[in-house]
């Protein structure tokens, strides 16, 4: 690389005004690189538009995105040489390509590289520095340090751009178009009722637009990220002094040559030894040291106080984010046999579209939010549906436990003087009323207090009259071993079936009595 | 109606005129003045708990003034002795004999205010009354007047400096009660009552009336002593108290005192009710305070935000009611 014969002026440049000198380059040298360029970019769209069968043509702006990796190389080979002074033909720039293709990693660079987002600033190390393998990621990963993420904005911002100038050339058409053909191509696009020519014509249009914007974006992207590239290893490798010097050498020389200037120079040497006493240089040339060459100790002392002072003893904290797992980096970046590529092409397909599916089903999932909320709700709200207890209070209250006629059942009961089986077994055919017919969650825990009040809730006020007395003669006779009165106990038979009969519309504030 | 013999109508009537009574001066805080009834006709003692100034000494003195008995007040601080609560023998020169001066504990009523603001060797000191219904100065007993009822009041705040009442004699307690804020309508009430032609905020006794004596307070608890318990009603109060000692969250549960309790409290429930029997229902609902000053709760659920109260609403849901 000769430095003498770059045509920027290298300065150290923060990384937007790198970009900026990217974009410059491209407008300053126009003339030379669009004409290989568009011959480039629209002759390879054009044999796209004429192999493609005119059914899937629509897809040929995805095939020139795909492929912009490939113009890069081309568009990079004509920057870096105007860089540095050397006009490049049209015909040498076409005669490189196959070369290019060969020695660039294009391979990785269209499969498994192409959705990188510092593809840009990478591939001045790909195909300018020649690096492969640990060295080339090595490399990457210091040119890194402090410009991927402005590379990364800069493919970022450059997407974008893209999408600006497409929607503007087709709003354009919409405004210079007098006919609604063209905004009717486009509503059509989305319910397909397109006719096929044209359909033809708005795939062409399509095809042309995004490749005009491709043509006019792509050149200052990699100018962009080449000059920040550049900026970089300004950066590291201290070009700016380099030629500074290399011009202060160069004026030296010619000075030297001139006679005159000779004597002056003499003369001011001379001059300048007089007035200071110790020379500035040591009278060997080739070591600039002191008079007296120190003992380390003493030189390291020295040094120690000179690093003591303001200007070196600055010290700053920068805090960063760094990755753990380098091994992965390493990984990554390193090159691949054909088998291993396929392997690693496979993966990331694979990779890819999971992710595709997952956001595919986050979408559909908010879409259908309703359908699938409705669906979760029977899990969410159906209560455990108990069956009705069979024993309750040691009471057996199966239906088919019980007599028919229950009230008759009992009263013959209470006749023949068994007053406790006779109020047990209504009290019984009571619960299995509740807990079948009505359905009242009754558990083992609760009391004869307890079921009042829940069915108090659930059944007709007269009922729950009726239900009140049974439980208060059933109390009494199971917990004061008292029979109650005939006469009192007479009504609660008569009641049985009023209680068994629930009117149709019951409901739970209750309504009129049976 | 005689004084030794009350049937149980009579004395359901007279718990009844109580509540009334009480009523008229404590306003709201009706289930306050039901379990403190259940303690005094069942022959216990109750602690009841809540922040200052929601009447607990004014439902003491009310009750007091109701049942026409002796009322005594003894505010419990850090340095009160163990005979500043039951009393001392003092030698009196002039005589030259020793006397006996009587503590506060002999009254009918004794309110503990603050009981946890002394330490357990004065708190001690209310043990033996409270068991024995006795005081023993000098190695003599003396007896306290019946009926005795110990109200201790512990406030729920400001627990810095206290002296939580060791299990023993929390479990002299038949009932805790907790006292809560009154509802709106009930403090407007209140306030009304307090302030209505009133000089300070001490609320006028003048105005209500002894409607019971001591001996028919006695009377009252010999009829509710012999309400019937049925065996499946006892063996279902044994059994709630049986399942708080193995319970999941529980430290340890109630001992037999708690079951005795249950039927003592549930017999005056029932009595309130003019039952001269006990049912289930009674002693479901006097078993929360019954039992929450016997049960300790294991940290974990006291650190999850668990009281005991918590704890044995699911014991009760999972114990079985009694089978007949």
Redesign the interface.
């Known amino acids: 690389m000769k430095l003498d014969s770059i045509t920027a002026h290298i300065r150290l440049r923060t990384p937007w005004e790198a970009a900026d000198l990217g974009f410059a380059l491209v407008q300053h040298n126009a003339r030379w690189i669009f004409p290989a360029w568009t011959l480039l970019l629209f002759s390879l769209v054009l044999i796209l538009w004429l192999l493609i069968p005119a059914d899937y043509r629509m897809y040929i702006p995805w095939l020139v995105w795909w492929l912009k990796p490939l113009f890069d190389r081309v568009l990079l080979h004509i920057l870096s040489h105007q860089m540095f002074d050397q006009r490049l033909s049209t015909a040498d720039i076409f005669s490189a390509i196959p070369r290019l293709f060969h020695t660039t990693g294009l391979l990785g660079g269209l499969i498994w590289r192409r959705l990188s987002f510092s593809r840009g600033f990478n591939l001045s190390i790909w195909q300018l520095e020649q690096l492969r393998g640990k060295a080339r990621s090595d490399r990457q990963h210091l040119l890194h340090v402090q410009a991927h993420s402005h590379a990364v904005w800069i493919t970022l911002g450059c997407i974008l751009l893209e999408l600006v100038v497409l929607f503007s050339l087709y709003a354009l058409i919409l405004l210079l178009d007098p006919t609604d053909g063209s905004w009717d191509y486009i509503s059509s696009a989305f319910d397909d009722m397109a006719e096929t020519e044209e359909r033809l014509w708005g795939t062409l249009i399509y095809v042309c637009l995004y490749t005009l914007s491709v043509w006019l974006i792509e050149p200052l992207y990699v100018a962009a990220s080449f000059s920040l590239y550049l900026n970089r290893r300004t950066q590291l490798e201290a070009w700016d002094i380099e030629l500074a010097f290399r011009n202060l050498g160069d004026r030296l020389r010619t000075l030297a040559q001139t006679p005159l200037a000779m004597v002056l120079a003499i003369l001011l040497i001379i001059t300048a030894s007089s007035l200071s006493t110790p020379p500035a240089l040591a009278e060997d040339t080739s070591e600039s040291l002191a008079e007296t060459r120190l003992p380390p100790e003493e030189a390291q002392t020295q040094i120690d106080a000179i690093m003591q002072r303001e200007e070196f003893a600055q010290m700053r904290t920068v805090t960063r984010w760094e990755r753990i797992n380098k091994e992965d980096e390493l990984e990554k970046n390193k090159s691949y046999s054909i088998p291993e590529a396929l392997q690693v092409l496979f993966a990331n397909l694979l990779k890819i579209m999971l992710w595709v599916a997952v956001i595919v089903m986050v979408v559909l999932a908010f879409v259908y939010r309703r359908q699938l909320l409705a669906l979760l709700k029977p899990l969410q709200r159906k209560p455990e549906q108990k069956p009705a207890p069979d024993i309750l209070f040691g009471m057996d209250i199966r239906p088919e436990s019980l007599p028919d006629d229950i009230a008759a059942a009992s009263r013959r009961l209470w006749e023949a003087g068994q007053q406790r089986e006779a109020l047990s077994l209504l009290y019984r055919g009571a619960l299995m009323r509740l807990t079948r017919h009505d359905r009242l969650p009754v558990q083992d825990s609760h009391t004869e207090g307890d079921i009042l009040q829940l069915a108090a809730m659930h059944i007709t006020p007269h009922r729950a009259t009726w239900l009140r007395a049974v439980t208060r003669a059933w109390q009494e006779i199971a917990y004061a071993h008292r029979s109650p009165a005939t006469a009192l106990v007479e009504p609660l038979f008569d009641g049985w079936a009023g209680f068994i009969h629930v009117p149709p519309a019951e409901s739970v504030t209750g309504g009129n009595p049976a | 109606m005689t004084t030794n013999s009350l049937t149980l109508e009579q004395a359901s009537e007279l718990a009844g005129r109580i509540r009334h009574e009480i009523g008229k001066a404590l306003i709201g805080q009706k289930q306050v003045v039901r379990e403190t009834l259940i303690a005094l006709l069942a022959g216990g003692h109750v602690l009841i708990e809540g922040v200052p100034g929601l009447g607990k000494t004014l439902l003491v003195r009310v009750l007091a003034h109701t049942i026409a008995g002796q009322f005594a007040r003894i505010q419990f601080t850090p340095d009160l002795m163990p005979a500043d609560i039951s009393g001392h023998v003092l030698f009196d020169m002039q005589n030259q004999r020793f006397n006996v001066r009587k503590g506060p504990v002999f009254t009918h009523l004794l309110l503990a205010d603050e009981i946890n603001r002394a330490p357990a060797k004065t708190q001690s000191a209310l043990l033996e009354v409270m068991q024995e219904q006795q005081v023993t100065i000098e190695g003599k007993a003396y007896p306290v007047p019946l009926p005795f009822m110990t109200l201790a009041t512990q406030n729920p705040l400001e627990q810095e400096g206290t002296y939580p009442l060791p299990e023993a004699q929390l479990d002299r307690f038949l009932l805790k009660i907790f006292i809560e804020y009154p509802t709106l309508e009930e403090e407007a009430e209140m306030v009304t009552v307090v302030t209505d032609q009133q000089i300070g905020d001490r609320f006028n006794l003048a105005s209500l009336q002894a409607v019971v004596t001591p001996e028919q307070v006695l009377a009252m608890q010999t009829v509710a002593a012999n309400i019937?318990v049925?065996t499946?009603?006892l063996d279902y109060a044994v059994r709630i108290t049986r399942a708080t000692r193995q319970w999941q969250g529980l430290r340890f549960g109630a001992g037999p005192r708690g079951s005795i309790a249950l039927v003592r409290a549930a017999r005056a429930n029932a009595m309130l009710e003019g039952r001269?029997?006990?049912?289930?229902?009674d002693i479901?609902?006097i078993c929360l305070p019954v039992l929450r000053h016997r049960v300790s709760l294991a940290p974990e659920m006291e650190l999850e935000g668990y009281n005991s109260d918590h704890l044995l609403k699911a014991v009760?849901?999972?114990?079985?009611?009694?089978?007949?």
């Open positions: 019937a049925d499946a009603v001269d029997f006990v049912h289930p229902d479901k609902q009760l849901e999972k114990t079985e009611a009694p089978r007949k």
